[in-house]
């Protein structure tokens, strides 16, 4: 079975679908806006995967951080009979929202799904959270030993799928703080780096805070070296209120896997596509077929035992 990546155009937020290699598929956060123009991201599940007698299953769904952009609508996707989700995965952290506030609907319902359905909350931790047909999931954070005064993207996930050797890496909007302080010590020594991934799905849409507190500090790269991956995807909307992605992290992205294996959403009507061949003798071809952007990747064997 062909094993893909979706990462849909949610314009200034963040949705993507994993189809891993026994079939079974994952999705990491939902962002469903009210415009009609916007990604129907129910729709796109039901076009674009495949289904037993018209059913669809999530099998698992990993909420990184309940910000508005990682959860709106998710109600949706619960509400729709021909769709099911078999297990939430999600950080402890609850977000504290008044009820003026004109989203307070939108984290009211994610509060109700994962206390009333079968959620799930892991820390992080040197051993997979999930093992099962030659794919694991790890969790590099967060790590529980994080501060009260610590807020939601020092408590977002950071996960890594790594389905049979095709590695992709989910820092999503986690803190500056919490992958240098804590996971690049953790996970990635010299001796044992577990970072390593073929994708890496850039932090916060591609915002400087990847590699910097402030914009006059110089870069830290040590968290992208670790990871070292032939392709980045950038989760943006073009002209959106905060820059994303910043130049000088593009500038970064760029000279570490080559401009063309930057991908960024808001240059696709849909969403990114990255084809995972399990061929490995096979070289990387790109091929368009609109209104989707496919291309393969050809994996590199970890250098640490995983």
């Given at each position: 079975?062909?094993?893909?990546?979706?990462?849909?155009?949610?314009?200034?937020?963040?949705?993507?679908?994993?189809?891993?290699?026994?079939g079974q598929i994952v999705l990491v956060d939902y962002n469903q806006l009210d415009?009609?123009?916007?990604?129907?991201?129910?729709?796109?599940?039901?076009?674009?995967?495949?289904?037993?007698?018209?059913?669809?299953?999530?099998?698992?769904?990993?909420?990184?951080?309940?910000?508005?952009?990682?959860?709106?609508?998710?109600?949706?996707?619960?509400?729709?009979?021909?769709?099911?989700?078999?297990?939430?995965?999600?950080?402890?952290?609850?977000?504290?929202?008044?009820?003026?506030?004109?989203?307070?609907?939108?984290?009211?319902?994610?509060?109700?799904?994962?206390?009333?359905?079968?959620?799930?909350?892991?820390?992080?931790?040197?051993?997979?959270?999930?093992?099962?047909?030659?794919?694991?999931?790890?969790?590099?954070?967060?790590?529980?030993?994080?501060?009260?005064?610590?807020?939601?993207?020092?408590?977002?996930?950071?996960?890594k799928i790594d389905d049979n050797w095709y590695t992709v890496m989910y820092p999503?909007?986690?803190?500056?703080?919490?992958?240098?302080?804590?996971?690049?010590?953790?996970?990635?020594?010299?001796?044992?780096?577990?970072?390593?991934?073929?994708?890496?799905?850039?932090?916060?849409?591609?915002?400087?805070?990847?590699?910097?507190?402030?914009?006059?500090?110089?870069?830290?790269?040590?968290?992208?070296?670790?990871?070292?991956?032939?392709?980045?995807?950038?989760?943006?909307?073009?002209?959106?209120?905060?820059?994303?992605?910043?130049?000088?992290?593009?500038?970064?992205?760029?000279?570490?896997?080559?401009?063309?294996?930057?991908?960024?959403?808001?240059?696709?009507?849909?969403?990114?596509?990255?084809?995972?061949?399990?061929?490995f003798s096979k070289k990387s071809q790109t091929t368009v077929s609109s209104p989707?952007?496919?291309?393969?990747?050809?994996?590199?064997?970890?250098?640490?035992?995983?």
């Amino acid at each position: 079975m062909v094993k893909k990546l979706h990462v849909l155009n949610v314009w200034q937020g963040s949705t993507s679908l994993q189809e891993l290699s026994n079939g079974q598929i994952v999705l990491v956060d939902y962002n469903q806006l009210d415009d009609e123009n916007s990604l129907n991201i129910i729709d796109y599940i039901k076009d674009n995967l495949p289904s037993t007698d018209w059913k669809w299953t999530i099998d698992y769904l990993f909420i990184t951080h309940p910000d508005l952009d990682h959860i709106k609508g998710l109600k949706n996707l619960f509400d729709d009979s021909e769709i099911e989700v078999l297990k939430i995965y999600h950080s402890w952290y609850e977000k504290d929202v008044s009820e003026d506030d004109p989203n307070y609907q939108d984290f009211k319902n994610y509060q109700d799904i994962v206390k009333k359905n079968d959620s799930v909350v892991f820390k992080a931790q040197s051993e997979s959270i999930l093992d099962f047909d030659w794919i694991k999931i790890y969790c590099f954070g967060p790590s529980g030993n994080e501060k009260k005064e610590d807020d939601v993207h020092d408590r977002c996930w950071i996960i890594k799928i790594d389905d049979n050797w095709y590695t992709v890496m989910y820092p999503w909007d986690s803190s500056f703080s919490q992958r240098k302080d804590r996971v690049v010590p953790y996970y990635g020594t010299d001796k044992d780096n577990m970072l390593e991934s073929n994708i890496l799905l850039a932090s916060h849409h591609g915002s400087r805070s990847f590699f910097m507190t402030n914009e006059w500090d110089d870069p830290y790269k040590d968290w992208l070296n670790k990871i070292n991956p032939q392709k980045c995807v950038i989760s943006a909307w073009e002209d959106n209120q905060h820059d994303h992605p910043h130049d000088d992290a593009l500038k970064i992205y760029e000279e570490k896997v080559w401009k063309d294996n930057v991908y960024i959403t808001y240059n696709e009507e849909k969403s990114v596509v990255l084809d995972l061949d399990t061929d490995f003798s096979k070289k990387s071809q790109t091929t368009v077929s609109s209104p989707y952007f496919t291309t393969s990747v050809t994996p590199q064997k970890p250098r640490c035992n995983l």
